[in-house]
Each structure stands twice: as structure tokens, then as C-alpha cells.
């Protein structure tokens, strides 16, 4: 059964780090592209990043240069390390297997979420 | 950055009636689109990919189509569980690069 668990979500104060991890099993995380798709509360969803099996990094622009995508294949965990944080990365942040990569789109399989909370 | 722009925003139908919602892209993206819905407290659950392949498990109900700028959502006929929040996902070629539309909620008339 393929699952994913994020977990290292919490409050922490503007201009403070997070390190988000996603633990994966049930599949070969090696060979699949993953993304960190975020939601604010009562808002639509967000892509923020996405590494590839050849561990080439995506970001969209309003986290790029804070935001670094990583994973670690030997541990099947992906992660999401966030510095420089604002109010505005407030959300549930979920992790998403991409299914239809590399030709196509679409994630098939989405962990629970984590809840991050930026707020004085 | 590709803009995604659903429409209707909000959509008020009754269980048995058809379903018709509308994604258009700011630029094209060939076939390069997702669907989603998500109901309140849960992740979001992939319907299609790649603009018009059903995704496992999801009723033969839902349905994609388009290519371009415009793609379309239809559900033929509704069950009350489908009364939920869909998105499109689209996906530039390369570098690959994500953006999702701003919803469309389906609301039971």
C-alpha cells in the first residue's frame, strides 16, 4: 500500500526555518518525481516545488531562493527545508507522488499534511 | 507563469444532473493538464491526468477533455458525493513548472 506521512509542521515566528519531512513506502521512491503542494487556510491549492528521480529542483517564485527541495532515497523521505518564513506560508503543506512524469501530469498519491503556522 | 482560470466559480447542481466545468489556460500546454477534487478536511484526490485519461479507481462518470487553452470537467450524472471543490493542475514542458486553477466548488442546488 502506497503511503505518505509528512510530519515537522508547527508554529514558528517570521524570518524563522521549518524542515518539513514526507516519509514514503508501498512504492520505489526512487524512481518518482515528488512534489510540496501547500494550502492556506480556506484557500485553494499552491505548488511550491518538485524534485525530480535525477533530483532536479523546481520551485514556483514566491518561495524560490527560501525554499530548498531535497529527498533521500536510501531513507525514501522527502523533504522541505523553509527559511525565511512569512505569514504568507501559512498552510497545510502536503507531499504528492507524480504519477504522470516524465511525459505528463498528475499526482495520484497525496500524504495527509502538515500544518504550518508562521505567526509572532 | 501559465495562469489557470476555472469557471464557474461556484456551480449549485442537484444529484442526476450534468456537470460542466472549465479550465482555460493563459498559454497553451498541449495535453498537459490534471484534475482534482478535494472535500473539506482532505487531501486532494486525482480524477484525470493528462487532460483525458481517467485516473485508477474513478467512476467512468468523470470525464476530461480539450487540449490548448481550453479543458473541460464532466460529470455525466451527479451522486451526492461528489458535491466537493475541483481544481485543474497544469504543467510547463521544461524546465517543468507547476500552477493550479483557483478552484471550482460544486454545491449541492
Known amino acids: 500500500e502506497v503511503q505518505l506521512v509528512e510530519s515537522g509542521g508547527g508554529l514558528v515566528q517570521p524570518g524563522g526555518s521549518l524542515r518539513l519531512s514526507c516519509a514514503a513506502s508501498g512504492f520505489s521512491f526512487r524512481n518518482y518525481w515528488m512534489h510540496w503542494v501547500r494550502q492556506a487556510p480556506g484557500k485553494g491549492l499552491v505548488w511550491v516545488s518538485h524534485?525530480?528521480?535525477?533530483?532536479?529542483?523546481t520551485y514556483a517564485d514566491s518561495v524560490k531562493g527560501r525554499f530548498t527541495i531535497s529527498r533521500d532515497n536510501a531513507k525514501n523521505t522527502l523533504y522541505l527545508q523553509m527559511n525565511g518564513l512569512t505569514a504568507e506560508d501559512t498552510g497545510v503543506y502536503y507531499c504528492a507522488r507524480d504519477s504522470a512524469a516524465p511525459i505528463g501530469v498528475g499526482s495520484d498519491y497525496w500524504g495527509q499534511g502538515t500544518l504550518v503556522t508562521v505567526s509572532s | 507563469e501559465i495562469v489557470l482560470t476555472q469557471s464557474p466559480a461556484t456551480l449549485s447542481l442537484s444529484p442526476g444532473e450534468r456537470a460542466t466545468l472549465s479550465c482555460r489556460a493563459s498559454q497553451s500546454l498541449s495535453s498537459y493538464l490534471a484534475w482534482y477534487q478535494q472535500k473539506p478536511g482532505q487531501a486532494p484526490r486525482l480524477l484525470i491526468y493528462d487532460a483525458s485519461s481517467r485516473a485508477t479507481g474513478i467512476p467512468a462518470r468523470f470525464s476530461g477533455s480539450g487540449s490548448g487553452t481550453d479543458f473541460t470537467l464532466t460529470i455525466s450524472s451527479l451522486e451526492p458525493e461528489d458535491f466537493a471543490v475541483y481544481y485543474c493542475?497544469?504543467?510547463?514542458?521544461?524546465?517543468?513548472?507547476?500552477?493550479f486553477g483557483q478552484g471550482t466548488k460544486l454545491e449541492m442546488k
Open positions: 524534485i525530480n528521480s535525477d533530483e532536479i529542483t
Open positions: 493542475q497544469q504543467r510547463s514542458n521544461w524546465p517543468p513548472r507547476y500552477t
